[in-house]
């Protein structure tokens, strides 16, 4: 069964870290490119960041950059979102995405595999 997998959601404290892990069954992500979109309730589905096949290209949202830090280990076929300095305009459903391009702004088009996502709350 091909499918991503989020993990390490939860709530934390406003100012704490968090970090996210996407973990990939089924296929291998050395393909493709991998994003991180987040979806707050009410809002519509926002681009957080992307990493390109190699690691070699990241890009960040204007409103998560000095914060974030994509990464991934393709021998462990899973992709990481450090999440430091949260605020709580941080809270949402955060999915990993996999597709063919890690562009800026970072988009949705193209995403071959979507997770199911994972719950972060940033709150005292």
């Known amino acids: 069964q091909l499918q991503l997998v989020e993990s390490g959601g939860g709530l934390v404290q406003p100012g704490g870290s968090l970090s996210l892990s996407c973990a990939a069954s089924g296929f291998t992500l050395d393909y493709y490119a991998m994003s991180w979109f987040r979806q707050a309730p009410g809002k519509e589905r926002e681009g957080v960041s992307c990493?390109?096949?190699?690691?070699?290209?990241?890009n960040y949202a204007d409103s998560v950059k000095g914060r974030f830090t994509i990464s991934r280990d393709n021998a462990q076929n899973t992709v990481y979102l450090q999440m430091n300095s949260r605020k709580p305009e941080d809270t949402a459903t955060y999915y990993c995405a996999a597709g063919l391009h890690c562009t800026y702004p970072i988009n949705d088009y193209g995403m071959d595999y979507w997770g199911k996502g994972t719950l972060v709350t940033v709150s005292s």
């Open positions: 990493i390109s096949r190699g690691g070699g290209t990241t």
